[in-house]
């Protein structure tokens, strides 16, 4: 049996944030590694600027972007193991949030033409 899509049962605000995070774990401007093995900290959550947002090479629509401002989405993703939250300031992706498939990534990010 194939292991189940999304087997923590994240809502779909808080799949397109942890994708976004992934994101931006992937980038040493927004994020470093640790203070764990295996995490990653997001140091610079990025804000909305017209009708979208950048996130690194890519335009995510600011209205796909929103849990970045929820403080509830970065309470579940943490109560679900997948991150340790610092609303608003910082949050750290564990192993698990880093290695989640969300299924969301290519389908919110466009590439940026500016």
């Known amino acids: 049996m194939p292991?189940?899509?999304?087997?923590?049962?994240?809502n779909p605000l808080q799949l397109r944030?942890?994708?976004l995070l992934q994101?931006?774990?992937?980038?040493?401007?927004?994020?470093?590694?640790g203070p764990e093995a295996g995490e990653v900290?997001?140091?610079?959550?990025?804000?909305?600027?017209?009708?979208?947002v950048h996130i690194g090479r890519f335009v995510v629509s600011a209205r796909d972007?929103?849990?970045?401002?929820?403080?509830?989405?970065?309470?579940?993703l943490e109560r679900k193991g997948l991150a340790k939250a610092d609303f608003p300031l910082a949050i750290?992706?564990?192993?698990?949030?880093?290695?989640?498939d969300t299924g969301f990534a290519e389908?919110?990010?466009q590439h940026a033409d500016h």
Do not use: C
């Open 92 to 100: 750290t992706l564990t192993p698990a949030g880093v290695g989640y």
């Open 23 to 33: 994101e931006l774990a992937r980038h040493p401007e927004t994020s470093t590694p």
């Open 41 to 52: 900290t997001i140091n610079q959550v990025p804000h909305a600027h017209g009708d979208h």
């Open 65 to 76: 972007a929103s849990g970045f401002a929820n403080p509830a989405v970065w309470v579940a």
């Open 3 to 10: 292991p189940k899509k999304n087997p923590l049962n994240l």
């Open 17 to 19: 944030t942890l994708a």
């Open 107 to 109: 389908a919110l990010a």
